[in-house]
């Protein structure tokens, strides 16, 4: 605690002077000016602890994660960032708290070239509230509308492994050392889809972001595009980051997998849908981007979702999405 | 409490469909496009029960403040409200509560033709959190920094009335039942004053909205501008509404009045100033925009801020801007 005062704390953590945008941190507005041509891309997250995440996480990746959660609904639209405003509501003013946390969040605001333009700080229980902004051609944004029967579908990167470290958290599960790491790094520190999402544009029907989890999100383009999809249950538990050699594997029951995989929340990978003749661009674009990319169902006319494993038989098991008001994490 | 969840929730009272912006609610981003030749002012605010508001205000006008404190930092900018996105944290839901709240913020926003877009639910100690956006024509913007030697300095409406209220609430004051009335409307349904702020583009040279208390958003001013001013301090107490016949004046004693005025705090009152020679134009900005303008002071190029009472005399009384780490509201 320190007797720090709210303009002060703005200006010795967050206020930097802006390269891009034509109006910073420091006035009643920020000014935002998108290219002619360009439409604005607008994502807002809010992260309350205890909920979102430990009281007990490294501030520097919960600075870290809190913009990547909003630079992961970007990257779902295919927009580029520009620029975000952060609201912050704090217990109180613990310097190194604060140092830490800037310093997570400028790194990854600085690897996307999204600058922090504006936005609030007052005292009261923790709570983070990030607006980001991104831009994307008019008319090119990726929407959950679009998929259309036999278009494949397609996650990124991996799954499951943020659930698999909230649950050793709440210890309901053990993992080796390393494993847990591993699992706990993708928990704290999702690495959000960004030049991925971009890649997409032009190739991808629909996206979304995966945060509630895999069959709730999957849900979202279903009903927006007016389509069914079969999903296959084991490429998608195959995906899982601490499964990745067959001798992990076994360390987890495959009902475990799949329900980390299907239903375990707080991926921030990308889930979109492209047709076949596209495979070849979709595995272009993960390419040049530099990310994993894997086929793990297919859209179809039929309303409502199968769920098959790898030998084509239904998957009996409940795969619930993440509500944050009928959950409890 | 129901058994509604996040989706449900959001569809119920959140959901309404985009007009003006290409997608709203129910994507992973929201898109706006600005008409060309405008920039994006963007303002972010966070509202925390106890802080910013009490438990027991209605919430309808909740709805309506936490989206009015955003309007007025519009407002200030001289920009014109387009859309926002709403993010809340419940500690539960509660649908009449929603309902009411919804309302409250649905009326100003259609009001002032501002849409929701986007955002964010989830469950955690009451906070709300609104990023507003509107347009205005490139290099238009009243900024804080453009404040002039010779500038008359003006504010819209009322001042200080709704620390009137926040006293009456706290037991430190007594107010007759048609005063007190009058002054919790002033804190808990402050009006934006949108129209002023556009019609002042082009007239004043710098321009902020009062929200900490005229003296400490004044500083914001002069220490943008690098320039110092004089505050006729009975001036600006004669702005209270609370006070507007003379009557009613004498139920507050001088200092009072002078404390309310000038670091009262929540006016969401536009603080401004024009060069002499555009008294005329500012008197019909006001006319236009039907909203009240007076002339409390002057900004000089001596550093530092001199407040005189009405005759002349310096105010030995000390006013501090309302800080969220170092005042208990």
Redesign the interface.
């Known amino acids: 605690m320190s007797?720090?005062?709210?303009?002060d704390?703005i200006a010795r953590y967050f206020k930097r002077p802006a390269r891009r945008s034509?109006?910073g941190v420091?006035?009643?507005?920020?000014?935002?000016?998108?290219a002619?041509g360009m439409?604005?891309?607008?994502?807002?997250?809010?992260l309350?602890?205890?909920?979102?995440f430990l009281s007990t996480v490294d501030p520097a990746r919960l600075g870290h994660k809190a913009l990547a959660v909003n630079l992961s609904?970007?990257a779902?639209?295919g927009?580029k960032p520009l620029a975000f405003?952060?609201?912050?509501?704090l217990p109180?003013?613990d310097e190194a708290w604060l140092e830490a946390f800037s310093r997570g969040l400028f790194a990854l605001a600085d690897a996307h070239g999204c600058e922090l333009?504006?936005?609030?700080?007052?005292?009261?229980?923790l709570?983070l509230?990030i607006?980001a902004?991104?831009e994307?051609p008019?008319g090119a944004?990726l929407?959950?509308?679009g998929a259309r029967p036999g278009d494949e579908l397609w996650a990124s990167g991996t799954l499951g492994d943020a659930r698999l470290a909230l649950e050793v958290f709440r210890g309901t599960l053990a993992l080796p050392a390393e494993l847990f790491e591993l699992a706990r790094t993708r928990m704290e520190r999702p690495e959000p889809r960004v030049a991925l999402g971009q890649e997409l544009r032009g190739i991808a029907t629909a996206?979304?972001?995966l945060s509630d989890g895999l069959v709730g999100d999957l849900g979202h383009i279903l009903a927006?595009s007016g389509v069914g999809a079969t999903l296959d249950a084991d490429a998608a538990a195959a995906l899982i980051a601490v499964c990745a050699d067959p001798g992990r594997a076994a360390v987890l029951s495959p009902e475990l997998r799949r329900a980390c995989a299907l239903a375990g929340g707080d991926d921030y990978e990308l889930l979109f849908t492209a047709p076949p003749a596209a495979s070849a661009a979709v595995f272009e674009a993960g390419r040049r981007s530099a990310t994993p990319v894997a086929r793990i169902g297919r859209i179809e006319s039929a309303p409502g979702l199968r769920i098959l494993d790898a030998q084509g038989a239904p998957v009996v098991q409940r795969f619930a999405a993440f509500?944050?008001?009928?959950s409890t994490p």
Chains 1, 2 share one sequence.
């Open positions: 007797g720090l005062g709210e303009f704390l034509p109006l420091g006035d009643d507005c920020a000014l935002l000016a998108p002619p439409q604005l891309a607008v994502s807002s997250d809010m309350v602890e205890g909920r979102h609904d970007l779902a639209c927009a405003t952060l609201a912050l509501s109180g003013v333009v504006g936005g609030d700080t007052t005292r009261g229980p709570n509230c607006t902004f991104g994307v008019a944004a929407l959950r509308s996206a979304v972001d927006a509500d944050h008001f009928q």
